[in-house]
């Protein structure tokens, strides 16, 4: 699916979902319409045929029908409206960041490029020293995922900390790109990966061994092959933009 492609629809659907839903779901496609379950997400499933699309998405107590294949599309949704009691809720507007515009002709789906924000303190749990990550991931400009937790092992520098939330906030962001790109939605632009400690940065572009690094020699190299290949890039952002400083530290007032 092409930057700007008209899809026919967009349809929410919502019901209570027993706790076996997914696994019903997949049965149902998988017998009787030839579904994919989607390897980046268990929970969305796809059709592909003739060149288009349809797509089928089950979260919690909600099922989302889109794609341009309307008599492929209206087929499903009779068919699980059989299967489950459902309520139609009307059109989709927002999805994962992807913003959906509609018109007399149709929908139009606006794809942006991936952007994450990544912080960590150093040894601030008083009770095991170990340190504490987060980050903010954006589609869009809209905000998709985020998340503050302590660092599973005790950093020896603070860039020692930086880089392991590096590392871990690449693996997410390179997962919702794959889920993206199971829709159909293909971005040549390199993910974004915003980090304010020099330090960090630069043994992301620099593979010579050091003593400091030894202990993040496997997160090294994986950095440092999407930096070669283009997938992610580490602009320079001052300290004082670094959204996700308040998932791990103490902020002032100023910075809201």
């Known amino acids: 699916m092409s930057e700007g492609e008209q899809i026919e629809e967009v349809i929410v659907w919502v019901e209570a979902i027993p706790d076996n839903m997914v ?28 060149g288009e699309i349809i797509a089928l998405i089950v979260y919690v107590d909600d099922m989302v029908v889109t794609g341009n294949d309307l008599e492929e599309r209206k087929a499903l949704q009779n068919y699980l409206s059989r299967e489950f009691e459902m309520k139609d809720l009307g059109h989709l507007k927002y999805f994962l960041g992807i913003e959906v515009s509609r018109s007399s002709e149709g929908i139009f789906v606006l794809k942006k490029s991936i952007e994450v924000y990544t912080d960590a303190d150093w040894v601030g749990a008083v009770d095991d020293r170990r340190s504490t990550s987060g980050y903010f ?3 869009g400009g809209n905000l998709v995922t985020w998340k503050s937790k302590k660092q599973n092992v005790v950093a020896r520098s603070s860039a020692e900390a930086e880089f392991r939330g590096m590392a871990l906030r690449l693996c997410e962001a390179l997962w919702l790109r794959l889920l993206l790109q199971d829709l159909g939605y293909l971005s040549k632009q390199p993910i974004r990966l915003f980090c304010d400690n020099k330090a960090a940065c630069d043994i992301a572009h620099n593979l010579v061994q050091h003593d400091r690094t030894k202990h993040v020699e496997v997160d090294r190299f994986f950095i440092k092959e999407k930096l070669d290949d283009k997938i992610v890039e580490l602009p320079k952002i001052r300290s004082e933009d670094q959204l996700a400083d308040i998932l791990t530290k103490v902020v002032s007032g100023q910075v809201f």
């Open 137 to 139: 991931t954006f589609v």
């Open 23 to 50: 696994w019903k779901v997949h049965k149902v496609n998988e017998s009787f319409f030839g579904y994919r379950q989607s390897n980046s997400d268990h929970t969305l499933f796809l059709k592909k045929q003739h």
